[in-house]
C-alpha cells in the first residue's frame, strides 16, 4: 500500500492554503479511486503546533526529546510520498515548513515528492528552495510542479482576505501527471526504506491519542 500525504505547507491566519490542498486532495482521491494501492491523506501543519526547532540533539541521531517532535515523526514516518502545498514567502517558502522538514531525518529518507505552489509568480521560488532542502534530507522530488497565479487563479477582491480559489483547467491536468510521478517514484522508491516505519520513542501521557493528519 502506497501512502501518500498532501501537505499543508503554511499556518498562518487567513491562509489560502486550506483551499487549494482541498482541490488537490479531491483531485487525487479520483485519480486512485479505482486503484487499490494507493491511499490519500490531508496532513496540516497546524495540527501540529511545532515550536520553533527546540531538539537538543540533531535530528539525523533520532534521539526525540519532546511529544510533539514525536507525534510529528509518527505522522511523517507513516508516508511513503508526499505532495507540498506550499505559497511562496519572500522568495521562499514559509518559515513553518522549513522548520517542519528540520525537525525530522531518517522518517523523510528514500521517499518522494510533488509540489503544488502559489504566489503572485506562481510560488516557483519558494518550490526551488524547497527542492534544495528536501534532498538533504534524501527525498527524490519529481519534475511535474503545478504553479498557481494570484492574479488568475484565486477571485481576490481584497488582498488581506483568502479570496476564492479556481484553478484553471490546464492545472488539473499537470497535477494528475504530478500524482502519477509520485506514486510511482513512491513505489519504486520501496525497496530502499525500512520494511517498517523507522522507531520513534512510544507516546507519552500527553500526546496519546493525538490526531495526526487534519482536514
Known amino acids: 500500500m502506497i ?28 485519480r486512485v479511486a479505482s486503484a487499490d ?14 515550536p520553533l526547532l527546540d531538539e537538543p540533539v540533531p535530528a539525523a541521531i533520532g534521539d526525540y526529546q519532546h511529544p510533539h517532535t514525536r507525534r510529528w515523526a ?7 510520498g508526499f505532495v507540498f502545498v ?15 522538514i528540520d525537525y525530522l531525518f531518517t522518517e523523510w529518507n528514500d521517499k518522494a ?13 519558494a518550490v526551488e528552495h ?9 527525498v527524490a522530488c519529481v519534475r511535474s510542479q503545478v504553479a498557481l497565479s494570484l492574479f488568475t487563479d484565486f477571485e481576490l477582491t ?23 510521478e509520485v506514486r510511482a517514484w513512491s513505489r519504486a522508491l520501496a525497496p530502499l526504506r525500512p520494511s517498517t516505519s523507522p522507531p520513534v520513542p512510544g507516546p507519552t501521557s500527553d500526546d496519546a491519542g493525538e490526531s495526526l493528519v487534519g482536514g
Open 74 to 80: 509518527r505522522a511523517v514516518a507513516s508516508y511513503d
Open 3 to 30: 501512502r501518500i500525504a498532501i501537505v499543508m505547507g503554511s499556518t498562518r491566519p487567513g491562509r489560502r492554503v486550506d483551499q487549494v490542498a482541498t482541490w488537490v486532495f479531491r483531485e487525487a482521491q479520483a
Open 130 to 138: 524547497l527542492r534544495l532542502t528536501l534532498a538533504e534530507v534524501k
Open 86 to 100: 506550499v505559497p511562496e514567502y519572500n522568495h521562499s517558502m514559509p518559515a513553518a515548513l522549513k522548520n517542519a
Open 113 to 125: 515528492a510533488g509540489f503544488v505552489s502559489y504566489g503572485i509568480t506562481g510560488g516557483t521560488r
Open 37 to 50: 494501492d494507493t491511499v490519500v491523506e490531508l496532513v496540516d501543519l497546524a495540527d501540529f503546533a511545532l
Open 158 to 180: 481584497d488582498p488581506a482576505l483568502p479570496g476564492t480559489f479556481r484553478p484553471g483547467p490546464h492545472h488539473g491536468q499537470i497535477l494528475d501527471r504530478l500524482l502519477d
